[in-house]
């Protein structure tokens, strides 16, 4: 019984190691308009978005996997061949498809709550 325990133990811990973590992936968006593939992230990778400005203007946008150190680093990126320099922070995560869209800050999921809850009390009336 403690082999079969071992066994069954020791092949979740294999399978979740060697996992491949799918993600969505973006080489380049504006604002929040990014062209998605889905991808997956190799052994020590993990999902990220990246975001960034370039010239206090124009909001940049990318997906995909990259090695776990590079997580929460400010990198400065050449945006073209013109020299548009941008910084960027790639905010990184370990779930499937994690990097797939920014959450809802939790006053605004509180105040969607209050108004689906008042619109449906006042329908029951």
């Known amino acids: 019984e403690l082999?079969?325990?071992?066994?069954?133990?020791?092949?979740?811990?294999?399978?979740?190691?060697?996992?491949?973590?799918?993600?969505f992936r973006c080489d380049?968006?504006?604002w929040d308009a990014c062209y998605t593939t889905e991808t997956n992230c190799s052994?020590?990778?993990r999902?990220?978005?990246?975001?960034?400005k370039a010239a206090d203007v124009l909001d940049v946008k990318?997906?995909?996997?990259?090695?776990?150190?590079?997580c929460e680093v400010v990198t400065t990126v050449e945006l073209f061949t013109n020299n548009t320099v941008f910084v960027m922070t790639k905010h990184c995560c370990d779930t499937p498809f994690c990097n797939s869209a920014p959450t809802l800050p939790v006053n605004t999921l509180?105040?969607?709550?209050?108004?689906?809850?008042?619109?449906?009390?006042m329908g029951l009336k």
């Open 62 to 70: 990318t997906l995909g996997c990259v090695k776990a150190e590079e």
């Open 43 to 45: 052994l020590g990778e």
């Open 47 to 52: 999902c990220y978005t990246g975001r960034g």
């Open 110 to 121: 509180f105040y969607l709550t209050m108004a689906v809850l008042t619109g449906a009390s």
């Open 28 to 30: 380049l968006g504006f």
């Open 3 to 23: 082999y079969r325990d071992f066994s069954v133990f020791s092949t979740t811990v294999c399978f979740q190691f060697f996992l491949l973590i799918p993600c």
